[in-house]
């Protein structure tokens, strides 16, 4: 059986995450809530700062492209 998936996409304080926990208590089955400020604020000071700047950031072969 494939995963499903639930994307919620909105700005700042929209309430993403609260729906999202919202959607946990319901649904009642195993979940990952992954967010992109995990991902940057899990990341080192020097590259979270080539991140904010719009630079790539590159590890063995895998690149995390800027947005620019």
């Keep these: 059986m494939l995963p499903q998936v639930i994307i ?10 609260s729906l999202a926990k919202e959607f946990i208590e319901m649904l009642k089955v195993q979940y990952l809530n992954f967010s992109i400020d995990s991902v940057l604020y899990s990341l080192p000071p ?22 620019g």
């Design 8 to 17: 919620l996409n909105g700005t700042g304080s929209s309430g993403k995450t």
């Design 46 to 67: 020097s590259d979270h700062k080539k991140m904010m700047e719009g630079k790539a950031i590159s590890r063995g072969g895998i690149s995390l492209p800027h947005s």
